[in-house]
């Protein structure tokens, strides 16, 4: 161990040796490499972060480590392929412009001043290492002004009287810190609050500050005048609340759309009062459609008092396929392709509705014994554009909530029996703020077993009663929902963002309340109906992620999923779908589908195509994002998780904690993300106890790894 210890620092000093001698040597005579930025606040910064002032550093420093250390194995005197692919590939080192620290101290100081921490004090200090330039720049903070009482100077009339009414609201108060950001965010506050009460041309440009800070008492003049800063005074009118007048709707003539859904969606009228809020809340309700590639509202000043209204909407792509692929492979010769494609028209009967007919597969290929277990799906949705059983005038916020019917046919064949599965669904979608919802009221599956081999059944009720309760012909009939809250509700978040998703299902509780209302002819099973058993469960299913962006090409996402579920009354066990698998390509990347768990429990044999599965799931995700070069980017992940039947929960089961990690390569076209991962093993509790660490040299052998090919993120 002591040798391998020694052998790891050797490479690791050598590494870092030759790292540090060529990262450099690309540059020229005289020239020397940018190393690091550093802000250094002396005294109380008094709530000052570097990160507040650091960007304002005009020549900023390069972070690519790895892309940079390729650059530098080019030849500068070399033009030939191999030295263009190392530039092009890498990262260049910056060259350390000395010219720019004056800017970048006038540049900090400005951004102090505009804080509120006036006439500070910046400096820049240079340390050269050989070749490496390191920037100190000493920050100084000013002193800051409290106010300590303000005057205000208003437009006289209904104007005062409404500002009046807003005062507790405003961002300026005695007491505040005195600093020009404040300022311009309580103007743009302000302005807001009456552009949505009908002061259609009210501005931040109207608003004036003037600050005294000579005499005994800092005083602060809050003036709002009628006429903004980029005019004469002579442009001075009275301000006025505007009234909407004519409203006008328009669409492209090649998007066929009913007259009269436009106007039930549309909530500006003739005769409204003004408000900048309610036009960004139409502007939402008619993009939600979803079917208009743009939308535009233009308010039209008639006269002094009155806006026309013109809603422009314009064509759309309204037809379209898509298209998802997973495939994953592992050593042991199992291999599985998971391919779904859909066809989708966004205005079936031209009024935004969706109808989406798909069409999905799963294939499982066991090379070592020639298995296969097969699956295929067909499925149709049909969306409105309206909750049914309420009129278009209730619903009065941004977006309109819509009315889903689903239904769905799959096809499981495997070596063990054959399973057929219809399925039914009406509920409601919609979006909230930040929070989007699924609510299924009425949701109902039948499923079919079929060919089910004797020695299956036999091997099922000899090792696990609960799994043999799962295969037997029932409907499965209740509710379902799902809540999805995220911080950043746009569809390709740029930025930081979290977000929390839960499922919920309940069954077997309306068709227990509708036996006893009809209870059925005399001597009938209670417990079924049209002559099937029904199942009697409830699950429930949450995840909690955060995904944070250091820049714009580098991320470290994390999630914590987790879920239980549990039959009551005569059901033994959750049907077969309702079971809990970890494994795939997007969890628990060492391990292919359903090939975990639950517990430490070894594969079972039941299954010629393995399919593992748990009572409760739980699994910790954390996979740092980095974009390597063109449109390729890279990631390194680690997970923990497993499943677990509830009766090995009362067991020491911390030792039954799986654990992976792996790398991946990303092929980022914007439109589409393919996605390549390797999930290599740390931890397998299926292992006999002394074993159950994988080491590196089993990698690469049987069931020590697994490939994955995937669309999209896998969280």
């Known amino acids: 161990m002591r040798q391998k210890l020694t052998y790891l620092a050797i490479a690791t000093a050598a590494f870092c040796s030759l790292y540090s001698c060529s990262n450099t040597r690309v540059l020229s005579e005289g020239q020397y490499r940018l190393a690091s930025n550093k802000v250094s606040f002396n005294g109380d910064p008094a709530g000052l972060k570097s990160s507040d002032v650091s960007s304002y550093i005009k020549q900023q420093t390069s972070n690519a480590f790895l892309f940079g250390w390729i650059y530098n194995w080019s030849d500068p005197a070399k033009d030939d ?22 800017s970048s101290c006038e540049n900090i100081s400005r951004h102090l001043d505009y804080l509120g921490y006036y006439n500070s004090q910046v400096t820049a200090k240079v340390d050269t290492v050989k070749k490496n330039v390191k920037v100190t720049y000493i920050v100084t903070p000013g002193a800051r002004c409290r106010i300590d009482s303000i005057a205000y100077k208003l437009p006289k009339g209904e104007f005062s009287d409404e500002f009046k009414a807003d005062l507790g609201n405003t961002l300026i108060k005695e007491g505040s810190w005195l600093s020009e950001k404040e300022l311009e965010q309580e103007s743009a506050r302000s302005s807001s609050y009456f552009r949505n009460i009908g002061y259609y041309d009210v501005s931040k440009f109207n608003y004036f500050f003037e600050a005294d800070t000579l005499g005994p008492r800092n005083i602060l003049t809050y003036e709002i005048r009628n006429y903004t800063r980029n005019e004469p005074e002579i442009n001075a009118d009275r301000l006025r609340k ?9 669409h492209a003539a090649n998007v066929p759309f009913r007259e009269k859904l436009l106007k039930n969606i549309n909530t500006i009228h003739p005769g409204d009062l003004y408000s900048e809020k309610q036009t960004n809340v139409n502007y939402s309700r008619y993009a939600s459609l979803q079917v208009f590639n743009n939308v535009g509202i233009e308010m039209t000043p008639v006269d002094s008092s009155t806006v026309d209204c013109h809603i422009t909407l314009g064509q759309g792509r309204l037809k379209g396929i898509k298209a998802n692929l997973e495939a994953s492979s592992s050593a042991n010769g199992l291999l599985s392709i998971s391919p779904a494609i859909s066809f989708y028209n966004k205005n079936i009967f031209h009024g935004g509705e969706w109808l989406s007919v798909g069409f999905t597969g799963n294939f499982q290929h066991q090379f070592s014994n020639k298995m296969q277990a097969n699956e295929f799906g067909v499925n149709a ?17 941004p977006n309109i909530p819509r009315t889903v019917f689903q239904s769905s046919f799959n096809y499981q064949n495997r070596p063990e029996f054959k399973r057929y599965i219809a399925n039914a669904s009406f509920g409601y979608t919609g979006i909230r703020g930040k929070l989007s919802y699924q609510v299924y009221p009425l949701r109902a599956s039948v499923v079919k077993v079929d060919n089910m081999s004797d020695e299956f059944l036999l091997a ?9 309760d799962s295969f037997y012909d029932h409907i499965d009939a209740g509710l379902s929902s799902q809540l999805y809250w995220r911080t950043d509700p746009s569809v390709v978040p740029k930025g930081s963002y979290n977000y929390c998703r839960i499922n919920f299902d309940i069954a077997g509780n309306a068709l227990a309340l509708a036996r006893k209302i009809f209870p059925g002819e005399e001597g009938s099973d209670p417990n079924s109906i049209f002559g099937l058993a029904y199942a009697k469960y409830v699950r429930l299913e949450a995840s909690v992620g955060q995904t944070v962006r250091f820049s714009p090409g580098s991320a470290l996402a994390f999630r914590i999923t987790g879920g239980a579920g549990y039959s009551y009354e005569d059901s033994i066990g959750l049907p077969f779908d309702k079971y809990f698998s970890v494994g795939g390509a997007s969890s628990m990347r060492g391990w292919q589908v359903r090939t975990l768990g639950p517990g430490n429990s070894p594969m079972m044999d039941l299954f010629s195509i393995p399919s593992q ?65 390797w999930g290599l093993r740390l931890h397998d509790p299926a292992r006999s106890a002394g074993s159950r660490w994988v080491s590196p040299a089993e990698w690469v052998g049987k069931n020590g790894s697994a490939l994955h090919f995937g669309v999209g993120y896998p969280f």
């Open 613 to 677: 599965l748990g009572d409760s799931k739980l699994e910790i995700d954390l996979e740092y994002r980095q974009k390597l070069f063109w449109k390729f980017e890279g990631a390194v992940f680690a997970e923990a998780g497993n499943i677990w039947d509830f009766v090995d929960l009362f067991e020491p089961w911390i030792n039954t904690v799986a654990l992976d990690w792996g790398i991946g390569l990303r092929l980022n076209l914007d439109f589409i993300l393919l996605r390549l991962d």
């Open 81 to 102: 392929w191999l030295n263009r692919s190392l530039r092009k590939i890498g990262t260049a080192p910056v060259v350390f412009n000395g010219h720019l620290l004056g």
């Open 381 to 397: 949705s049909l969306s409105l554009p309206r909750f049914l059983g309420l009129p278009y005038s209730v619903i009065k916020g």
């Open 460 to 468: 099922m009720i000899a090792k696990s009663l609960t799994l043999y």
């Open 242 to 250: 505007y009234h909407v007048g004519k409203v006008l709707i328009s």
